[in-house]
């Protein structure tokens, strides 16, 4: 089993950039697959992004690439999404996933068996 638990979520201005963790415990291995998504209110979770574990493979959505940053801290169990000129769009709820690396798209959640609980990510114009 693993555990997930996000942190750094807070009150941005437009243009601001932000930092939130992913602090992962329990069993993990070379075949999980590290995922970032978002959920506004009244939106389905939306993929923002995804990182295997001990590698240098890292997808993107398009919503976000060029401003999105995701990277890991093996050593530490850990793993980021900095997130630089935030815009108001981005404001939601920011959920990291942890799964076993398989033939779903890792831009589903259903590619991912563990979820933290979530940070706040409030962008204001």
């Known amino acids: 089993q693993v555990q997930l638990v996000e942190s750094g979520g807070k009150l941005v201005q437009a243009g601001d950039s932000l930092r939130l963790s992913c602090a992962a415990s329990?069993?993990?291995?070379?075949?999980?697959?590290w995922g970032w998504f978002r959920q506004a209110p009244g939106k389905e979770r939306e993929f923002v992004g995804n990182?295997?574990?001990?590698?240098?493979?890292?997808s993107y959505a398009d919503s976000v690439k060029g401003r999105f940053t995701i990277s890991r801290d093996d050593a530490e169990n850990t793993f980021y999404l900095r997130m630089n000129s935030l815009k108001p769009e981005d404001t939601a709820v920011y959920y990291c996933?942890?799964?076993?690396?398989?033939?779903?798209?890792?831009?589903?959640?259903?590619?991912?068996?563990?979820w933290g609980q979530g940070t706040q990510v409030t962008v204001a114009a």
């Open positions: 990182i295997r574990w001990g590698s240098d493979i890292i």
């Open positions: 329990g069993r993990t291995s070379r075949f999980y697959q």
């Open positions: 996933a942890s799964g076993l690396i398989s033939t779903i798209s890792v831009s589903s959640p259903r590619a991912y068996q563990h």
